[in-house]
């Protein structure tokens, strides 16, 4: 499994959520003209617009790391209007693992499945 899925969860600070809805388009924007190896990436709110759920699937690690190089100059913003944990699935290469360090990461090898 070359694959790395990944469930980014993002809790939105009280008042702050016109401003992530508006970086959330420009991360997509940009995940959209730059990112070559990205197979998913969708945002999802939760009923009371208080949390966000990114879904985001990479063909492999290297892709893994374009999209952070990508998206790298709208984290800081991302960090500044929330608060960031991250769920990886797969086998990520140690260059991805370090290119993470510092994030609140919880990794997830595959198991079992079709």
Known sequence: MNDIQ???RLK?????MEDFKKLANSC?????QKDKGTIQYDWFYNYQKSECIV????????AG???IANVGELLGG?????????EIY?????DLKNALD???VTYFDFGVGL
């Open 6 to 8: 990944v469930s980014a």
């Open 28 to 32: 997509v924007e940009l995940v959209k």
């Open 90 to 94: 797969g086998s990520p290469s140690d």
């Open 78 to 86: 991302l960090v500044e209007l929330s608060t960031i944990s991250l």
């Open 55 to 62: 879904k985001e699937r990479y063909v492999d690690s290297e």
């Open 65 to 67: 790391l374009d999209h």
């Open 102 to 104: 510092g994030w609140d």
């Open 12 to 16: 939105i600070k009280p008042g702050k």
